[in-house]
């Protein structure tokens, strides 16, 4: 793996764990963290080594927003430049070919809520608290905040937690299906890995499909998006995984399944 400074990357059985690791900064993401989480990503794009990318944060905090040191004295070029950046990486990590877990063990505020958001399934600790604080500092979400967390939770409640600022708990979280599971901060990481050991036992070209289909229909008008899986349906039945994979139900034995 790379050399990376504010990244730890680890393969743990399935799954490669992405630790945000800036403790003294709160995890926030600085030009050079986002360079490096892009780097990983970019350079993991084809690996079929993992089935699961799972990100978490080292310390009390996921992640603490976007580096508000940066910002201070950013002109619109340097804002526009780091929106550029940002917006990549996220698109990146929504659109990664493997399932993203966010695993998030503390603070998940602005920019860290909104890279919970980016990634495909939330659960969280029970120590964990979410919010989009930018009001506080005379700024809107410029990660996705304004458009992922209203097709998350709803208009109203996305209001509310951008026009205020306030933060929410974990089991409040859970209760407005922001985060998918809540759990002890020392289930966490077997939580999550756990989730990616049962991803990684399906088809992974099934799951990348199922992946796809889900995001890219989330942004269509339905009947549009229902051919795109009518499609993309189609496509899979002439794969070597679903003749495996319905040959060995019909043989009531564990399917071999090859990725292609
Ligand atoms: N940036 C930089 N440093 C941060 C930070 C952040 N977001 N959050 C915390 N820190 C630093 C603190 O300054 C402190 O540093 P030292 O004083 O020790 O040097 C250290 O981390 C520990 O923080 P605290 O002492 O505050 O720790 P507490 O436990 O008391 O409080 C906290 C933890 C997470 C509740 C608190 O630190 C906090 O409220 N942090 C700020 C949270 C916040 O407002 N986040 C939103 C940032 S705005 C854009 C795209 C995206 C964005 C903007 C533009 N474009 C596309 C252009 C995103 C914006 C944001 O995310």
Not at 25 to 47: C, K, P, Y
Not at 98 to 116: Q, R, Y
Not at 185 to 204: N, V
Not at 221 to 236: C, M, T
Request: include cysteine; proline fraction near 3%.
């Amino acid at each position: 793996m790379a050399d990376y400074k504010n990244i730890l990357v680890e393969k743990k059985d399935a799954a490669i764990v992405l630790t945000i690791n800036r403790e003294k900064a709160m995890n926030a993401l600085n030009r050079e963290t986002v360079a490096e989480i892009q780097g990983f990503i970019s350079s993991h794009w084809s690996d079929d080594s993992f089935g699961v990318l799972i990100i978490t944060g080292a310390g009390k905090a996921f992640v603490a927003g976007a580096d508000i040191s940066e910002m201070k004295d950013m002109d619109i070029e340097g804002g526009m430049d780091m929106s550029a950046r940002g917006n990549y990486l996220f698109k990146s990590i929504q659109n990664f070919p493997k399932p993203v877990i966010a695993a998030v063990n503390g603070f998940a505020l602005g920019g860290g809520c909104e890279l919970a958001m980016a990634c495909d399934i939330r659960i969280a600790s029970e120590k964990a608290k979410f919010g989009q604080p930018e009001v506080n500092l005379g700024l809107i979400p410029g990660y996705g905040g304004t458009q992922r967390l209203s097709r998350l939770v709803g208009r109203g409640k996305a209001m509310q937690l951008i026009l205020t600022g306030d933060m929410i708990k974990a089991d409040e979280a859970y209760r407005i299906g922001f985060v998918d599971e809540i759990c002890a901060p020392e289930e966490l990481m077997d939580k999550a890995l756990a989730m990616a050991q049962t991803i990684t036992s399906k088809s992974p070209l099934a799951v990348r499909m199922a992946k796809d289909c889900v995001n890219r229909g989330l942004d269509m008008p339905l009947s549009n998006a229902l051919d795109f899986e009518k499609v993309n349906f189609g496509a899979i039945c002439g794969s070597y995984d679903k003749t495996e994979g319905c040959t060995a139900f019909l043989e009531k034995r564990k399917a071999e399944f090859k990725g292609k």
